[in-house]
């Protein structure tokens, strides 16, 4: 019937039949998917109990010590397959390179050689002189096949190893059968056996290197996990004090700020201005924090999407440093363009520190910032005047990262930048950002900056 001929096509298989199944794809796939691929044995690293004791060249001969351990076995197994006078002196030299040949290819192709020692065998058998005791397996054949056994079993995994083993144990009860005798007749049984075991000790070693290997990775992963876990507790710790501390003060001064112009009667309106000034800063200063502790807290955090500051909101910028009690004048020159966002980015916070070095170590000081569009790259320049004696406002030293964090910047987008001290005792920063066109290579950093005015941004001599 229709149906149940669909029902046995499409009826659940056997688990005995998967079984099977599996069993041939995993030897088709070891023993003759690329039988013949190029796989060339690598040299041995220098970390062996024997091999790091070594120096100079004597290290560099012993990382080939595999290959000539390799050389060796097949020479012995040639020195037994020509051991023979009662043949002729080609024929010796025939079974040789049988017994040769398959153990150096284990060298480039591992599971070739182990085609090639099979197929070897009973040509080897058929040059022989008799059937005697060394049926199936010649002498030589015997030492060769055990040997590129042995090899191929190393470089390759404990399955392969075992269809190679099944597939000898199948031969030798062939070749038994063609010829008339018992299935494990001769050297059939000594072959299975010794091969068995050599090929069980192979396994053990890979198995425990596997194990090893893997021990040692989770070793990794837990003192990674240990370290990351350090690192956040460290995070956890710093967030915890900067909000106690910076936190806390910034607070203290926005509350101050905004209530002081109520404790005096009728206060000046630059006093109140100053006040609001304070006040805005301050708020702005708690939110960057609050961001910032954000970062440093979660150790997924995602920061907010918020629009970066850039070169358009320069204006915003001086009005708010002015509002500060600081003297500072704009110049653009060059053709105003939309620059990456990054170039945009750094201009802005060069020229933000730069000026609050102004406040901070020259208060009463005039600035000049100059922004200059030229080909290739954006230049800035700001300079800052001494500050005038007697000064109501006294200097407030730093602690030298604003210059840091500037280089770095500058660094980070391959551009130049100098602070040095002025003539007249004030301070000149000079940076130029490269902006390479669509057309044009990236500048390299040892290339001279070009300028704007004199040179390009500036500020205080130190920072915080």
């Known amino acids: 019937m229709p149906q149940d001929s669909a029902y046995e096509a499409y009826k659940p298989r056997s688990p005995e039949f998967r079984l099977a199944e599996d069993a041939l794809r995993g030897m088709r796939q070891d023993l003759f998917h690329d039988a013949f691929a190029y796989r060339p044995l690598p040299r041995s690293t220098a970390a062996g109990p024997l091999t790091r004791r070594l120096k100079g060249r004597l290290r560099e001969y012993a990382a080939w010590s595999p290959h000539a351990l390799i050389v060796a076995v097949g020479l012995l197994a040639m020195f037994v397959a020509t051991n023979d006078e009662a043949r002729g002196a080609g024929s010796n030299l025939i079974l040789g390179l049988l017994a040769l040949v398959p153990v150096l290819l284990t060298m480039v192709r591992p599971v070739g050689a182990f085609w090639l020692s099979m197929a070897a065998t009973p040509v080897a058998t058929a040059l022989a002189t008799g059937f005697d005791d060394e049926w199936p397996w010649r002498t030589g054949s015997f030492v060769c096949h055990l040997s590129v ?44 056996f010794l091969s068995a075991l050599v090929l069980l000790g192979v396994t053990v070693r890979h198995v425990r290197h596997d194990a090893e290997q893997e021990v040692t990775a989770q070793q990794t992963v837990t003192a990674h996990e240990r370290s990351r876990r350090t690192l956040l507790e460290e995070r956890t710790t710093i967030a915890r004090e900067l909000h106690d501390v910076v936190a806390h003060h910034m607070s203290v001064v926005a509350i101050q700020a ?12 630059e006093l109140e201005r100053a006040f609001v000034t304070i006040r805005e800063n301050a708020v702005a200063a708690l939110t960057e924090l609050r961001r910032v502790l954000g970062v440093v807290r979660a150790e997924d955090y995602e920061a907010p999407d918020a629009p970066q500051p850039t070169l358009a909101d320069m204006d915003a910028l001086l009005a708010n440093v002015r509002d500060a009690g600081l003297r500072v004048d704009k110049a ?15 201009a802005y916070r060069i020229v933000q520190e730069a000026l609050s070095n102004t406040l901070r170590h020259a208060p009463g000081a005039s600035a000049q910032v100059d922004i200059g569009y030229v080909l290739g790259g954006l230049g800035l320049r700001i300079v800052n005047g001494p500050a005038p004696e007697p000064s109501l406002v006294k200097p407030s030293p730093g602690a030298g990262h604003g210059i840091t964090g500037m280089r770095e910047r500058v660094s980070m987008l391959n551009g130049e930048m100098t602070a040095v001290p002025t003539a007249d005792g004030g301070y000149e920063v000079t940076v130029f950002l490269p902006v390479p066109s669509a057309t044009e290579p990236a500048p390299s950093a040892s290339k001279s900056a070009p300028t704007v005015g004199n040179s390009a941004p500036a500020t205080g001599e130190g920072d915080a």
């Open 149 to 192: 056994l042995t090899i191929v079993a190393i470089r390759t995994r404990p399955r392969t190893a075992a269809w190679m083993w099944v597939l000898t144990v199948v031969y030798g009860i062939g070749a038994a059968t063609v010829v008339g005798g018992h299935a494990f007749g001769s050297n059939s049984a000594q072959m299975a």
């Open 258 to 269: 905004e209530a002081a112009p109520y404790r005096v009667e009728n206060p000046p309106p």
């Open 332 to 346: 653009v020159t060059g053709a105003v363009r939309e620059l990456p966002q990054g170039v945009e980015l750094s």
